[in-house]
């Protein structure tokens, strides 16, 4: 199975958790030397696990996560879609490039590794998407919350879609206390919905 | 998250569901809650939205 944005925070908790329950882990993230420590302790725990250095926000490098699990594995039958870049802004405020770049990672990262997990999961495989409560808009951080709405949406549309062929998608709306990587919030900030 | 990757989710599907202090909920978009206009009144100013748009 692939884990994107593995490398820390929830992802690292996915992946770690699924190794320890038999599942042989492809640790995605953009931060390499973090994920290879990841892949390398589930290693050291007896659990099957490789590192896959590359953004889900690229569609060749997405299509490329799948195919290293596909190399390493020999099939993809888990996805968990992790990744999530948060801000706040007032709308006023709003930052173009950085609304994008959330969209990148958030939703069109999330349809990427979708796509090509969708071209070759078989039946009996599942997909989970990382939403939130947020999805149904939160003032202040709505980049992130209609990112998050976005999500919710794919995932009731994929799961009718893909139901025919035996594949699952669901999404959890996680309450962690967890601060997203750099650049996200200060630790005092970082209990999100 | 481990049961909805497990065969023992084989039928669970298109589920949202959250995870908060220790407990789990099956959450949704919020939805209409009351209807505020009968269609005919608004004088066909709207579509109208065909069934079968919400599978
Ligand atoms: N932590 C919470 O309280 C909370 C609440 C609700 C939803 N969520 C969602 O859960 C998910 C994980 O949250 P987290 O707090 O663990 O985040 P995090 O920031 O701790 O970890 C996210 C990881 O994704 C990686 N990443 C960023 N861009 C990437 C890209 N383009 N390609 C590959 N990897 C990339 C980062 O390097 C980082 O390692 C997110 O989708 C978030 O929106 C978290």
């Known amino acids: 199975m692939v884990v994107t944005g593995a490398a820390q925070g929830l992802g690292r908790a996915f992946a770690e958790h699924a190794a320890r329950e038999g599942a042989a882990v492809v640790v995605n993230d953009v931060e390499g030397e973090l994920a290879e420590a990841v892949a390398a302790g589930i290693r050291g725990f007896g659990g099957r696990a490789s590192a896959s250095v590359r953004s889900v926000a690229a569609p060749e490098q997405a299509a490329a996560v799948i195919e290293d699990c596909l190399a390493a594995f020999g099939k993809v039958d888990g996805l968990v879609n992790n990744p999530g870049l948060r801000h706040e802004s007032p709308l006023a405020d709003e930052d173009p490039a950085r609304l994008k770049e959330l969209i990148e990672v958030n939703v069109l990262g999330t349809f990427h590794c979708a796509i090509n997990a969708a071209k070759v999961m078989r039946p009996g495989s599942s997909m989970v998407n990382l939403g939130s409560v947020s999805m149904v808009g939160q003032p202040g951080v709505t980049a992130y919350s209609a990112s998050k709405g976005a999500v919710a949406s794919m995932t009731v549309g994929w799961a009718v879609e893909l139901k025919s062929r035996g594949i699952r998608v669901n999404a959890i709306c996680p309450v962690a206390v967890t601060r997203m990587g750099p650049g996200g919030d200060p630790p005092e900030k970082s209990h999100r919905s | ?55």
């Open chain 2, 1 to 55: 998250m481990t049961h909805l990757l497990s065969d023992e989710s084989a039928d669970v599907t298109g589920q949202l569901i959250r995870f908060a202090n220790g407990r789990l909920f099956v959450i949704r978009q919020m939805g209409p809650k009351e209807d505020v206009a009968e269609f005919g009144a608004l004088g066909g100013a709207l579509e109208a939205p065909p069934a079968q748009r919400w599978l």
